[in-house]
């Protein structure tokens, strides 16, 4: 009898082993995760109903459906790719995510596990397409707390749902956020997103949090400020707080251009362009030299260069052709040949092919040189004649066209400092006097015919 129940015991704990062994998975070769042959041992994991173990991928991989992480743990290995053909879920049951190398999920996340249960580390990524839903206290954490690269990157292709009472996320000293769609919290109240100091998040549609003692926490301290928001910012629960210290994407461009750039260059991303300079380049007596940088362009037209001199109203001076799709560093220049005596100030507009537009800080040069008035073209052939003055003239300008003999054959008067003057004369040589409260400027004009 005693011989029985040892025989009996011995079985059981051979069978226990084999189960606890048979919940343990590694991939082995690259291709479709329910394919056994793809994994250490000749069987596949189950897409969900696992319970405890582990899931190792080692190899690039993806599955057909949706994949649910139940009680145990799911490693992405740092180089490889898993891309999850559908939703993933990461159940309240202890489970644990952990991403090295990169995890794609072309539907929705949920998940409802501890904190810090889903870790992207430095050197991983982590893409969701689908909308994004988070249900336990700071259940996803991005980065650790130690200086960049590597970064550990997580991209919100929809919007994300702090969705129960105390659902929270981490965006830590290396880890970088994009949220291309809305960030809202529930009525459960206490949902938290905290960035810690050297931590980035961009959320590119409106931040909405409801919940009684709901707050975003920007442990950023100092310019940049590492959050950045581009469409609006409410708070209307009670007690709910979202930190001061936030900027636009006006912001982010100047103040934090390479997360801008790293934004721009993801998938999909809301911003077009990434510009990542544009400054005033050579300054002489006659003209001003405007620069700008692209890393990369997503279905790019055109840009608009404008000018102002008061730094409210702008007018376009040029148009210069962009490269469409690239992630290809470009270089763009375009001269001012009428510089005005005094600021003259600087916007860009980026045209994308379907007509959205995106418009960019402003710069300023500051003009200095005699007071003049070019006059072109000049011989003229019978057409518009262009007067441009480098100042502001205060008042009326008069302009006077008369023949050699003194005799008046044209006239008119403005008070812009960049006038076309259309001219019908017979050919010849004319003289053409420009006049105002400050200055007089007398030159010889040539009619060709």
Do not use: C
Request: charged share 10%.
């Amino acid at each position: 009898m005693n011989n029985l129940k040892t025989g009996l015991a011995i079985a059981f704990f051979f069978l226990v082993l084999v189960s606890a062994n048979a919940q343990t998975y590694t991939s082995s070769t690259d291709g479709a995760f329910s394919t056994g042959s793809n994994w250490a041992g000749g069987t596949a994991p189950p897409l969900s109903g696992q319970s405890f173990g582990s899931v190792t991928v080692q190899n690039n991989m993806n599955t057909s459906g949706s994949y649910t992480v139940g009680s145990f743990a799911l490693s992405v290995s740092s180089g490889k790719t898993f891309t999850i053909n559908g939703n993933l879920t990461l159940s309240n049951s202890g489970g644990t995510i952990d991403v090295y190398g990169t995890l794609i999920v072309t539907g929705t996340l949920t998940a409802s596990a501890n904190p810090g249960s889903f870790f992207v580390h430095p050197g991983g990524q982590v893409i969701i397409q689908g909308a994004a839903t988070i249900n336990n206290n700071a259940v996803i954490k991005i980065g650790t707390n130690a200086a960049p690269p590597p970064y550990a990157d997580m991209v919100f292709e929809s919007n994300v749902a702090l969705a129960s009472g105390g659902a929270g996320m981490t965006v830590n000293q290396n880890g970088r956020v994009a949220v291309y769609g809305n960030l809202t919290s529930s009525t459960g109240g206490g949902q938290s997103l905290t960035i810690n100091n050297g931590g980035q998040m961009y959320v590119n549609g409106n931040v909405a949090f409801t919940g009684g003692g709901d707050q975003i926490t920007n442990n950023n301290s100092t310019s940049p400020f590492g959050l950045y928001v581009n469409g609006t910012t409410t708070n209307t629960g009670g007690g709910a707080t979202t930190t001061s210290n936030k900027g636009t994407k006006a912001d982010m461009l100047s103040g934090d251009p390479s997360f801008y750039s790293w934004v721009a260059s993801q998938p999909g991303s809301p911003l077009p362009v990434t510009l990542t300079e544009f400054k005033i380049g050579t300054q002489n007596a006659n003209s001003i030299q405007v620069l700008w940088t692209t890393a990369s362009e997503l279905n790019f037209d055109y840009f608009e260069l404008e000018k102002s001199v008061n730094n409210t109203e702008f007018t376009k001076i040029a148009q210069v052709a962009g490269h469409g799709t690239t992630k290809v560093q470009h270089e763009y220049s375009f001269t001012d040949q009428d510089p005005m005596i005094g600021s003259n100030f600087y916007r860009l507009k980026a045209v994308d092919v379907d007509g959205h537009t995106e418009t960019f800080n402003v710069i300023v040069a500051n003009f200095a040189a005699q007071k003049d008035i070019s006059v072109y073209p000049n011989p003229l052939t019978n057409g518009n004649l262009h007067i441009n003055l480098n100042f502001e003239t205060g008042a009326a300008t008069a302009v006077t066209i008369s023949d050699t003999f003194g005799a008046t054959k044209a006239s008119a008067t403005f008070t812009e400092s960049n006038v076309i003057f259309p001219i019908t004369l017979d050919p010849g040589v004319y003289v053409i006097t420009i006049v105002n409260e400050s200055y007089k400027e007398v030159k010889r004009l040539v009619i060709n015919r």
